[in-house]
T-cell receptor, first 111, second 116 residues
Framework: QKEVEQNSGPLSVPEGAIASLNCTYS??????FFWYRQYSGKSPELIMFIYSNGDKEDGRFTAQLNKASQYVSLLIRDSQPSDSATYLCAVHLYNFNKFYFGSGTKLNVKP | GAVVSQHPSWVICKSGTSVKIECRSLDFQATTMFWYRQFPKQSLMLMAT?????????EQGVEKDKFLINHASLTLSTLTVTSAHPEDSSFYICSARGSNGYNEQFFGPGTRLTVL
C-alpha cells in the first residue's frame, strides 16, 4: 500500500467550475499535509499546507483535512486554464522526518 | 522568501563522466535538503535526505556511491552523479525544508540531465 494515494486523472473541468482533488494517506502519524502544483517540465511549487481538521482557505484554493478518514482534498474555485497542471499531495511524518508524495492528479481546465 | 536555486538548469554529458548539481537556499537556512529524481510522466522519487554536517540518508535502491551528496553548509547541498550513464538521464530536483517550523518543502527549479 502506498503511503499517499491520488487518482492520476486526468480530471477535466470547464473554466469557471470548481475542481476537486482528493488524496488519502495510510499513516495516522501523518501530521502535516501539503498541496503542490507542478507544470509540465517544471518543479513543484507549494500551494498551501494544512495541519488541523477542517478547511483552510487561501484565495481560490481551499484545503480540507479529515484525519479520522485519513483524507485531504484541495478545491479550486473559478478554475482557470492556467490551473491546468499536475497536483501533488504530500504528507509529513514528524517522528520520522519523512515526506511522502502522491503520484499526482492531472487537472485540465477547458476554456 | 523561501527561494531555492539549482545550478545548472540543464546539462548534457558523455557517458562515464561525473556531473555536479548545486542546490542553494537563497534567503533562509536549510538544515535539511532533499534530492528527488523524476522521469517523464512519472512521480517524484525521493533519492536522499541531506542534513547539514552529517551523512545523507539514502532511500532504498539508491546507490550512495553513485549519487554523492554533500551538505557542507546551511545554504548549500550538492549532488554528484558519478560515472553517469544514459539511464541516469532524468530531471533532478532538490528541495529545502523551511525553517519556520511548518515543515513545508520549497523546491528548486530542477536540473535536466541528459547523458549521451
Amino acid at each position: 500500500q502506498k503511503e499517499v494515494e491520488q487518482n492520476s486523472g486526468p480530471l477535466s473541468v470547464p473554466e469557471g467550475a470548481i475542481a476537486s482533488l482528493n488524496c488519502t494517506y495510510s499513516d495516522r502519524g501523518s501530521q502535516s499535509f501539503f498541496w503542490y502544483r507542478q507544470y509540465s517540465g517544471k518543479s513543484p511549487e507549494l500551494i498551501m499546507f494544512i495541519y488541523s481538521n477542517g478547511d483552510k482557505e487561501d484565495g481560490r484554493f481551499t484545503a480540507q483535512l479529515n484525519k479520522a478518514s485519513q483524507y485531504v482534498s484541495l478545491l479550486i474555485r473559478d478554475s482557470q486554464p492556467s490551473d491546468s497542471a499536475t497536483y501533488l499531495c504530500a504528507v509529513h511524518l514528524y517522528n520520522f522526518n519523512k515526506f511522502y508524495f502522491g503520484s499526482g492528479t492531472k487537472l485540465n481546465v477547458k476554456p | 522568501g523561501a527561494v531555492v536555486s539549482q545550478h545548472p538548469s540543464w546539462v548534457i554529458c558523455k557517458s562515464g563522466t561525473s556531473v555536479k548539481i548545486e542546490c542553494r537556499s537563497l534567503d533562509f537556512q536549510a538544515t535539511t535538503m532533499f534530492w528527488y529524481r523524476q522521469f517523464p510522466k512519472q512521480s517524484l522519487m525521493l533519492m536522499a535526505t541531506s542534513n547539514e554536517g552529517s551523512k545523507a540518508t539514502y532511500e532504498q535502491g539508491v546507490e550512495k556511491d553513485k549519487f554523492l551528496i554533500n551538505h557542507a553548509s546551511l545554504t548549500l547541498s550538492t549532488l554528484t552523479v558519478t560515472s553517469a550513464h544514459p539511464e541516469d538521464s532524468s530531471f533532478y530536483i532538490c528541495s529545502a525544508r523551511g525553517s519556520n517550523g511548518y515543515n513545508e518543502q520549497f523546491f528548486g527549479p530542477g536540473t535536466r540531465l541528459t547523458v549521451l
